[in-house]
């Protein structure tokens, strides 16, 4: 027997939505929400987390405060849910005052169904106190793992969220995400405040994506993409690498043999856009793009996505292969890397995560008085990009506090403990990922939803990735492993079934396994015929991790499986399994030496004038930006250089951008940080020309 709400909200989704039913997981979230229940919700993007709120917001006659970080998401679901007739509204720091205020008068009449907000927004004097005039009947917090600094997108507005809703919080609370680990999961409940949340962490499963991962040396990597996209139904395919550059190079390499355009963040928003429209029509047949720029496209029938180097995170790796089968045909999602990348990787959070000594120095220059950050780079003898890095870090973890140009002594004396923390479970997720990449023998769809932490999941294989289905990989070739590698192998088997579970470090130094290393004692050539067990169902390879001096160390258990103890038994048998081959060696490497040259980038000239901070165009544009941002981050209560870093103004100032379009060529100039500072930045280089 259907529940009164069940009936409410089933009468709603038809009649309202033009739904003829939930999609999987949809109505208990709906339910739960209805009936007034806090939640956290962790499901894929496009598996319909919006009608999750917008179902029980409706259904609770009155209006849903939305909390998104994101003016383009935001505008894109205001004008859906006008368009079905719903009373909807916005405000954020792209429209204007008047807009605005007729928004709020709209709010406290109780005209709106739907009103949307930047977490931004709730610093501005007054502006909880109006919502609370009227508290709304839920209040949705989207991209919620921004407010955990242990999610990959922190977003330090985030963290006022609770503390400036609490005259609302009559209302449940819904916080939304497509990507959070167990750590970030239970962070957003604990930010938020959280009364006894029902968790809804599903739907991660994709049952046709086939992952495959293969080590190969950079050198090979374009070779076989090229390789791999002439196999056939791979097209449409988007290939994914780490910088702008070779993201150029590799377009102009594929270009011979297939339509292909790069798409980065250095070019132009109408090259973007017009490359963006001819993938999503049909016109390219791929699509090279850094990771580090998330394109935001929903095209249905993209058969092959091609990672080529290690991902940063998991939570990226997913988000990225969820691009491809949204059509739910069968799909390949590629990975090819080496330990070269995890150098790359381990570089730049070493940038990121500066050595402890160099926070602490900054701390105990704070001891006594607030000081300037001028003050602070020549005290501290560090570069401007060091010190703007460490002092977002000390304020980050309540070491600091910073106003405009002025930092002071922080509150927290544990900042430390939360430093190191954080620092290493970046390392973890990092080692994480190589780990996923290595494989373990089990399957790669159950890896990957046991990481979101689904356990409504079945735990079924998905009978289609390497580990599942060896034999219908497109990028890893499979052959039996010769006589001195089986016996090797057998012997490994005997040692397991002997001593139990070992750690793979151990077992390769045992005496025993010394006994049999002859010139098989590379430790590679161990690895592979451990992953080649493991593939093959005969060894089990489980990932975990100890601590040495603050840091955590990853490393692999290898135990026998149920087959692998019976092959034991059977001592006079041939051991059975197979061993990856990488498919690349042999062909024929790209290099920048190709006869396809990859096309010039486009520069912005700058106008001419005396060299770079030598004249007075530089060194009035650099003062009057410099100003205009601790005047913004005054306002905003918040460090100078979560507005801008001091690289990108001096970028600014070398360039001297006339245009939106020649502000978008500035790294650290992203779409964000130009709808919210273009213009003005701009007015400011108009009004220094006109000056001098």
């Not at 309202?16 to 962790?42: I, N, T």
């Not at 390949?332 to 990787?345: G, N």
């Not at 973890?397 to 405009?404: E, R």
């Amino acid at each position: 027997m259907h529940s009164a709400g069940h009936d409410i909200l089933v009468k709603l989704i038809k009649e309202r939505f033009g739904f003829s039913d939930f999609r999987p997981f949809q109505e208990k979230v709906c339910q739960a929400v209805f009936a007034g229940h806090d939640a956290l919700l962790v499901m894929p993007t496009g598996a319909g987390k919006s009608l999750c709120y917008q179902l029980p917001g409706v259904a609770k006659c009155g209006t849903t405060l939305v909390i998104s970080p994101l003016i383009a998401l935001m505008e894109d679901q205001v004008s859906r849910l006008q368009t079905m007739r719903f009373r909807a509204e916005r405000i954020h720091s792209g429209r204007d005052r008047l807009s605005s205020r007729e928004v709020c008068i709209k709010y406290l009449r109780g005209d709106l169904d739907f009103l949307f907000i930047a977490p931004e927004r709730l610093k501005v004097p007054g502006f909880p106190e109006m919502l609370a005039k009227r508290p709304p009947v839920l209040i949705a917090v989207d991209e919620a793992h921004c407010i955990s600094h242990w999610g990959h997108d922190f977003r330090p507005d985030y963290r006022l969220i609770e503390e400036r809703t609490q005259a609302l919080r009559s209302a449940p609370i819904i916080a939304m995400t497509a990507t959070a680990t167990s750590i970030v999961q239970n962070d957003i409940v604990s930010q938020l405040k959280l009364k006894s949340p029902k968790l809804f962490i599903h739907g991660f499963r994709r049952n046709n994506i086939g992952i495959e991962s293969l080590e190969s040396k950079p050198s090979e990597r374009s070779a076989l993409v090229l390789q791999l996209l002439k196999k056939e139904n791979r097209l449409p395919a988007i290939v994914y690498t780490q910088t702008r550059n070779f993201a150029e190079e590799l377009a102009a390499f594929l270009g011979s043999t297939f339509k292909v355009a790069p798409y980065h963040a250095g070019l132009n928003a109408n090259i973007r856009d017009k490359t963006q429209t001819a993938f999503l029509q049909g016109a390219l047949d791929v699509i090279v793009a850094t990771i580090a720029f998330g394109m935001g496209i929903d095209k249905p029938n993209v058969r092959t996505v091609i990672h080529t180097a290690l991902p940063g995170t998991l939570e990226n790796y997913y988000q990225e292969i969820g691009r491809a089968g949204r059509d739910g045909l069968p799909s390949r999602a590629i990975m090819l890397y080496s330990y070269a990348d995890m150098r790359t990787h381990t570089y730049f959070l070493e940038q990121d995560y500066p050595e402890l000594s160099v926070l602490s120095r900054i701390f105990e220059e704070l001891d006594t008085e607030a000081k300037t950050i001028e003050f602070l780079q020549g005290e501290c003898s560090m570069s401007s990009d060091e010190l703007q890095k460490s002092l977002e870090k000390l304020w980050i973890h309540g070491g600091a506090k910073i106003i405009g140009e002025d930092v002071f002594l922080g509150d927290r004396k544990n900042w430390v403990s939360s430093y190191l923390a954080q620092q290493n479970y970046k390392k973890a997720e990092l080692n994480a990922m190589l780990g996923f990449a290595k494989g373990s023998g089990r399957c790669r769809m159950v890896e990957l939803v046991r990481h979101f932490g689904d356990v409504e999941d079945s735990g079924d294989p998905c009978g289609i990735c390497d580990s599942c289905a060896a034999g219908d990989c497109i990028a890893n070739i499979w052959q039996g492993p010769s006589d001195d590698e089986r016996e090797y192998a057998k012997h490994i088997l005997g040692i397991l079934d002997e001593l139990g579970p070992q750690t793979t470090g151990k077992l390769f130094s045992h005496p025993k396994t010394k006994e049999h290393h002859g010139h098989l004692s590379d430790r590679s050539k161990f690895e592979s015929i451990c992953q080649g067990l493991a593939l093959s169902g005969l060894v089990l390879l489980t990932r975990d991790t100890f601590e040495k001096e603050g840091r955590k160390i990853s490393f692999y258990w290898i135990s026998l499986t149920n087959e692998g103890r019976k092959s034991c038994e059977k001592s006079s048998s041939v051991v059975s399994f197979q061993m990856r081959v990488n498919q690349s060696r042999g062909a024929a490497s790209f290099s920048k030496k190709s006869k396809s040259k990859p096309p010039k980038k486009q520069v912005v000239e700058r106008p001419s004038s005396n060299d770079a901070w030598d004249g007075e165009f530089e060194t009035t544009l650099w003062g009057r930006l410099k100003s205009w941002r601790s005047s913004k981050a005054k306002s905003k209560k918040t460090p100078a250089f979560t507005i801008l870093s001091n690289e990108v103004l001096k970028k600014i100032v070398e360039i001297s951008p006339v245009s939106v379009d020649e502000l978008e060529s500035i790294k650290g100039m992203g779409p964000k940080k130009i709808s919210q500072y273009g213009d003005e930045i701009l007015e400011i280089i108009e009004q220094v020309s006109s000056e001098i």
